[in-house]
């Protein structure tokens, strides 16, 4: 039961006071004290602060001087501020020109440093080819003359057996010249028949042609 001596405006209070609370969002759950941890600067934003340093700090000591004008004689306060002011937006500019000039000129060295490691690299490629040229010059050299020695071996060998008629005849004079002519008693002369004889081989032993015959046994 409701006291009597309560009123009506204190009973629409006490309705009102849990509507009083503060409402939490969840970005209200998420923040966390930072104030320990330092931001982390990116390097637009480390541009942005050097480009604002050069452009302020030299303004420094003006803005002094401006303060206690300001303080001494507030109308000849005014222009001179607008004055600074102008000047100080052309100081701007021309500090945004040089961070940009230094940018362009520190891109430019990298990319002189990357055109010389590259012309570096395909001045070895081209020395490294042409060695290759030269070994590949010297092998297919080596490669002809071990062919062409190789065709002559292997002639050599499927043909062994060249006729010699001149020299034929001359082994063949020379020995029926022996046996016609030795002393011994009982030797006769015999001359080979041409197809007695079975084949005649020639081939090169220190600069001399030899012919080796062979000839079948007399009936």
């Given at each position: 039961m409701d006291s009597p001596n309560s009123s009506p405006d204190q009973e629409k209070q006490g309705e009102q006071q849990p509507?009083?609370?503060?409402?939490?969002?969840?970005?209200?759950?998420n923040l966390e004290p930072s104030d320990h941890v330092p931001p982390l600067t990116s390097p637009s934003q480390h541009e942005e602060e050097t480009r604002h340093t050069l452009a302020t700090e030299p303004f420094q000591p003006t803005w002094k001087v401006l303060a206690d004008l300001e303080r001494d004689d507030p109308k000849f306060a005014f222009p001179a501020a607008r004055l600074v002011g102008l000047y100080r937006r052309l100081w701007e500019s021309c500090v945004s020109k040089h961070?940009?000039?230094?940018?362009?000129?520190?891109?430019?060295?990298?990319?002189?440093?990357?055109?010389?490691?590259?012309?570096?690299?395909?001045?070895?490629?081209?020395?490294?080819?042409?060695?290759?040229l030269a070994r590949l010059r010297?092998?297919?050299?080596?490669?002809?003359s071990s062919r062409e020695r190789l065709i002559s071996l292997l002639?050599?060998?499927?043909?062994?057996?060249?006729?010699?008629?001149?020299?034929?005849?001359?082994?063949?004079?020379?020995?029926?010249?022996?046996?016609t002519t030795s002393g011994?008693?009982?030797?006769?002369?015999?001359?080979?028949?041409?197809?007695?004889?079975?084949?005649?081989?020639?081939?090169?032993?220190?600069g001399h042609q030899i012919v080796i015959i062979h000839y079948r046994g007399l009936d």
């Open positions: 509507n009083e609370l503060p409402i939490l969002n969840d970005k209200d759950h961070i940009d000039v230094q940018k362009i000129d520190q891109s430019n060295e990298i990319l002189k440093e990357a055109g010389a490691y590259l012309r570096k690299e395909r001045d070895g490629l081209q020395l490294h080819h042409e060695k290759q010297f092998f297919g050299q080596a490669l002809e002639d050599d060998w499927n043909y062994p057996y060249s006729p010699n008629l001149a020299g034929l005849s001359d082994v063949a004079r020379e020995w029926r010249y022996r046996n011994r008693r009982g030797a006769r002369g015999i001359t080979p028949h041409p197809k007695q004889v079975i084949y005649s081989r020639g081939f090169l032993q220190e």
